[in-house]
């Protein structure tokens, strides 16, 4: 099989193509062969050397992909050969086959094309489980989530407007907070010149963010509790923003408030198998329906995973780098 190696920790140029042994699925695996590909920022930190993968898993990036059923290992029923489907990945998905947990994979939901059914399994399970399955947000809540335009924000502000809940969205751009209002965003904030804890006060009546979905870490902590509202849930998905900071228990203490970290690729198979059998149940009839909608900001092919790379961290696209086979 092809598959993008990382030669040595570094920048995007240590990234090139090459030919490796095709996998086999073991007992309760299926053999897939990739169509695509996403990108995501977890790709960028392995490739730096900060975020190894989990015991066992795949060293080749790549955290979700789509494609066909090339194969099944022992024990699985659920799954045949030509089935078209996407997957959660612990890694591997820059390659032209890969091999998974039988229940990380999922049906390709209903007027979703396999190219761009690579975009959807890292948000989904991302936003499902973290605002969902353990923040609870409610309809009607206010809702706060950082970087409404990128890949998980864009699909994150859908999901919530979908559930009925009123959206908060940061973006760096005009342009970029524009996108988040037609994604469904009600209040947007241009974190380079507005203080969010302020606004998110000011715009709910000083009631405060039920819930945030945070991928920025240390250097938000402190305002973000800011911003929470009595028995608000601070979920807190990465460290962009550094891993260290400081935390005014008094604040959360006088909030009820709640504060979670969580990692998805280390969970075991049967947690995330948990995760995607929920997101199959609650979110792909959404996405079916038009409701929520996979944001593609370009394709490219695989060999051009360096320039892929280069381009999420300029920062200047709005949802998913997609890679085809």
Known sequence: MRAVIVSEPGGPDVLSLAELPDPEPGPGEVLLDVAATAINRADLLQRQGHYPPPPGASEILGLECSGTVAAVGPEVT???????????????????????????????????DLITAAALPEVACTVWSN???????????????HGGAGGIGSFAIQLAAANGSRVITTGGTPEKLDFCRELGADVTINYRDEDFVEVVKERTDGHGADVILDNMGAKYLGRNVDALATEGRLVIIGMQGGSRGELDIATLLRKRGAVVATALRARP????????????????PLVSDGQVRPIVHTTMPLDQAAAAHALMEAGDHSGKIVLTT
């Not at 089935?83 to 979703?112: F, K, N, S």
């Not at 059998?277 to 609650?282: C, L, R």
């Open 78 to 112: 659920d799954w045949q050969v030509g089935d078209q489907v996407c997957a959660l990945l612990a890694g591997g998905g820059y390659a032209t086959r890969v091999v998974v947990p039988a229940g990380q994979v999922m049906p390709v939901p209903a007027g979703v």
């Open 131 to 145: 605002v969902f399955m353990i923040a609870a947000l409610r309809p009607e809540e206010n809702f706060l989530v």
């Open 269 to 284: 198979p049967a947690d995330k198998g948990a995760i995607c059998a929920s997101v199959v149940e609650h979110v792909w």
